[in-house]
T-cell receptor, first 114, second 114 residues
Framework: GQQVMQIPQYQHVQEGEDFTTYCNSS?????IQWYKQRPGGHPVFLIQ?????EVKKQKRLTFQFGEAKKNSSLHITATQTTDVGTYFC??????????????FGQGTILTVHP | DAGVIQSPRHEVTEMGQEVTLRCKPI?????LFWYRQTMMRGLELLIY????????DSGMPEDRFSAKMPNASFSTLKIQPSEPRDSAVYFC????????????FGQGTRLTVV
């Protein structure tokens, strides 16, 4: 079935450095969502991308959806200690618009050293 | 709204015992999901319901796992008998029937089977 691969698994950065995590799919996605999970917490929705080549920004976070809708990235500029957590991408498992079967990538664990 | 409510928050049980996890979705949400999170496997979708009907339980690991949703405001995930490898954080999430809507997660139940 649909697999969403996410890299890297871990990323350690110094506060102020940039951070990027990537998600890749072997099939075309109808949409992709990004979630953040703080240590000890639960996943919280950040954003959804739907259109080919879409770029969305939330303050220091930039989200991109590839032209072929098979990959996506999350970039954080000038990381802060509050950015610590695990970042997940998620997409419908069957690649379609199914409301269910939301499949999560393995997540990227971000640690920020002050 | 109080969000998705899960209980208990923590559960420690002995191998072989029955464990029941509970979830109250957000009012008006007609999709409910059960996920399991471990370091090794990440976030796995176990089962999801639409309008209280199980749609896909292909992620349920074994017959020891069962889930019910007797009404729109309550769901249970039961493990009988429990085993140490079932130790994980179990999340319940809900969403509405609209195209591309986010999933709202509960705080999770941390299960430890000794």
């Amino acid at each position: 079935g649909q697999q969403v691969m996410q890299i890297p698994q871990y990323q350690h950065v110094q506060e102020g450095e940039d951070f990027t995590t990537y998600c890749n799919s072997s099939t075309t996605l109808s949409n992709i969502q990004w979630y953040k999970q703080r240590p000890g917490g639960h996943p919280v929705f950040l954003i959804q991308l739907v259109k080919s080549g879409e770029v969305k920004k939330q303050k220091r976070l930039t989200f991109q959806f590839g032209e072929a809708k098979k990959n996506s990235s999350l970039h954080i500029t000038a990381t802060q200690t509050t950015d610590v957590g695990t970042y997940f991408c998620a997409a419908p498992r069957d690649g379609g618009t199914s409301y269910g079967k939301l499949t999560f990538g393995q997540g990227t664990i971000l640690t920020v050293h002050p | 709204d109080a969000g998705v409510i899960q209980s208990p928050r923590h559960e420690v049980t002995e191998m072989g015992q029955e464990v029941t996890l509970r979830c109250k979705p957000i009012s008006g949400h007609d999709y409910l999901f059960w996920y399991r999170q471990t370091m090794m496997r990440g976030l796995e979708l176990l089962i999801y319901f639409n309008n209280n009907v199980p749609i896909d339980d292909s992620g349920m690991p074994e017959d020891r796992f069962s889930a019910k949703m007797p009404n729109a405001s309550f769901s249970t995930l039961k493990i009988q008998p429990s085993e140490p490898r079932d130790s994980a954080v179990y999340f319940c999430a809900s969403r509405r029937t609209e195209v591309n809507t986010e999933a709202f997660f509960g705080q999770g139940t941390r299960l430890t089977v000794v």
